[in-house]
């Protein structure tokens, strides 16, 4: 049986943008440039989904509408039943992000008082948020370093807490923004581990967006690609790519895109 | 007990991150002394001319005691006004503002409980003030009357706050350079009887005075403290206060969900 927690329908991000003071003569004059463009797109639980795409192609952009950091354009998306538009608190109450920004956190304060303030404003009981955040901290190896400032961190146990934080509130859906940015091989290898066999396998649902075709490719289900804030194709990375690589797919589909849209 | 986990989880995490630079946080309280210092001797230089008494007479005379009042509760003007856009810039500069947004607490619910800590430790900075003119410095508040005096403060920092908050809308889109913060300031320490009683000003800029909610804040704080005034007698500016915030509470939360709206459209909510 299907159940299908993330839908989107026609969903755009325009961006205006006032030329002011760059143009004297018409300071009102605006300019949209379109970062999301129509996308539809559905998303099953338990799926691992990847939306790729070069630099500027509308990852970043859609995953953070479909965070409520943004609002949309047009279009509609409902987050586990939720709209996105109306229903912000809710659909905040089911998703985590989980981005490569390490200074997402307090750098003064320890690994524990970063997740205790952090499940509070997740509205998490402090009794439980107590248990809760061993518990993350044990699934992210991090519990004998959590009385450490964060600013002591490496890269990769920065990236840990991201995770610990995001596991806090138990969400259903992952969004993950470049979250293996900055890792070496050996963390970025139990990253994957990390997403394929705890939250996959629990029946989370995780959406990675990435421009690392090979991290796609060995972590995802299904597979979106982004181009010029267009999603160009989607579906499970052998239906697309046949007997070529996901590299090669996506280089012929981005030059194709090319050729569309400049005519040669 | 839940509503207050949030609030408290924001003061618990500023007063970590504030004692967690100790220098800084000592170095506060000793400025409080040398500013009381400072004030002393101008004061003692003021004397007791005739000037000064006249001047001052309708707070009991004495200046040491009348601008003690004046900057300990002028902190909370600053406060007021700029506490709550202070801290969202803060929190977008440190990059920490789109991780919180992304948890079910509301932009509103995270600017205000921002800001609780910079209340809590200026009433603390306020107390000190308070202390060492009592203990050190001969200011006697022993006829004081505490009800009226909390009330007004009250109202200042609800009046003060509605400000801090049409600033810090300001600042959600514009970022830097906000001009509601630094005309108020500049204008309510001119003209709000911080350092001198507002009657030595000029006939014009006296009326200009009473726009500013700071001219009522000090002028009931100080005849509650220093002369024992009640409600009767400071009712008139804690109703001036009252009518201030009544006006300026909901244009500041209008104009607020205007600049979230609008910073959530151009996805510059977290720029800085």
């Known amino acids: ?264 | 007990m839940l509503t207050l986990r949030k609030p408290m989880a924001f003061l618990k995490k500023d007063f970590l991150m504030e004692v967690s630079y100790r220098f800084s946080f000592v170095l506060q309280f000793a400025s409080i002394f040398f500013s009381v210092v400072m004030f002393y001797f101008v004061a003692k230089l003021l004397g007791e001319a005739p000037s000064v008494q006249k001047s001052l007479s309708e707070y009991g005379g004495n200046y040491f005691s009348f601008v003690l009042i004046g900057i300990a509760f002028s902190n909370f003007l600053s406060v007021g006004l700029g506490s709550f856009s202070t801290n969202i810039r803060s929190e977008q500069m440190i990059g920490t503002l789109e991780a919180m947004l992304v948890t079910p607490t509301t932009l509103s619910n995270i600017v205000l409980s921002s800001s609780q800590w910079s209340f809590a430790f200026t009433s603390l900075r306020v107390g000190i003030y308070l202390l060492i003119g009592g203990l050190f410095f001969g200011v006697s508040f022993t006829g004081a009357a505490v009800l009226p005096a909390l009330l007004a403060l009250v109202l200042t920092v609800v009046a003060f706050s509605s400000l801090g908050i049409i600033s810090a809308s300001f600042i959600m889109i514009f970022k830097r350079g906000d001009p509601i913060a630094f005309a108020i300031t500049t204008s309510s320490t001119l003209l709000g009887g911080v350092y001198y009683p507002i009657s030595i000003l000029p006939g014009w800029l006296q009326s200009l005075s009473y726009l500013f909610p700071i001219t009522y804040s000090l002028r009931a704080i100080r005849l509650s403290l220093l002369q024992g005034a009640g409600f009767g007698e400071v009712g008139g500016d804690l109703l001036a206060l009252v009518l201030f915030s009544c006006i300026t509470l909901p244009i500041s939360l209008v104009c607020f969900r205007f600049a979230v709206a609008r910073a959530k459209r151009d996805g510059s909510l977290a720029h800085y």
Request: proline share 3%.
């Open chain 1, 1 to 264: 049986m299907t159940d299908v927690v993330l839908e989107t329908h026609n969903l755009t991000k325009e961006f205006i943008r006032r030329k002011g003071l760059s143009s004297p003569r018409n300071p009102f004059d605006k300019t949209v440039f379109t970062a999301v463009k129509g996308v539809e797109l559905t998303v099953q639980r338990g799926e691992v989904f990847g939306l790729l795409g070069p630099n500027g192609a509308g990852k970043t952009t859609l995953t953070k509408m479909l965070c409520t950091l943004l609002l949309p354009s047009a279009g509609s998306a409902k987050v586990c039943g939720y709209d996105l538009a109306r229903q912000q608190g809710k659909v905040k109450s089911k998703i985590a992000l989980i981005s490569s920004e390490e200074r997402s956190f307090y750098w003064r304060l320890n690994g524990r008082q970063n997740l205790d303030f952090f499940a509070a404003l997740h509205g998490i009981p402090k009794k439980i948020a107590r248990q809760r955040i061993e518990e993350v901290l044990e699934i992210v190896d991090m519990t004998e370093a959590a009385s450490r400032r964060f600013q002591e961190y490496s890269t990769g146990m920065k990236q840990r807490m991201g995770l610990a934080r995001g596991l806090l509130a138990d969400p259903e859906i992952f969004f993950m923004d470049e979250p293996t940015k900055g890792l070496d091989p050996i963390a970025t290898w139990q990253f994957h581990d990390f997403i394929r066999n705890r939250l996959a396998e629990a029946g989370k649902t995780v959406i990675v967006a990435t421009h690392h075709l090979a991290e796609a490719e060995q972590i995802c289900d299904r597979v979106g690609i982004m181009y010029a804030g267009e999603m160009r194709a989607s579906g499970p990375v052998k239906e697309l790519t046949g007997d070529s690589t996901l590299s090669d797919f996506f280089r012929d589909l981005v030059e194709q895109t090319m050729v569309e849209r400049t005519g040669n």
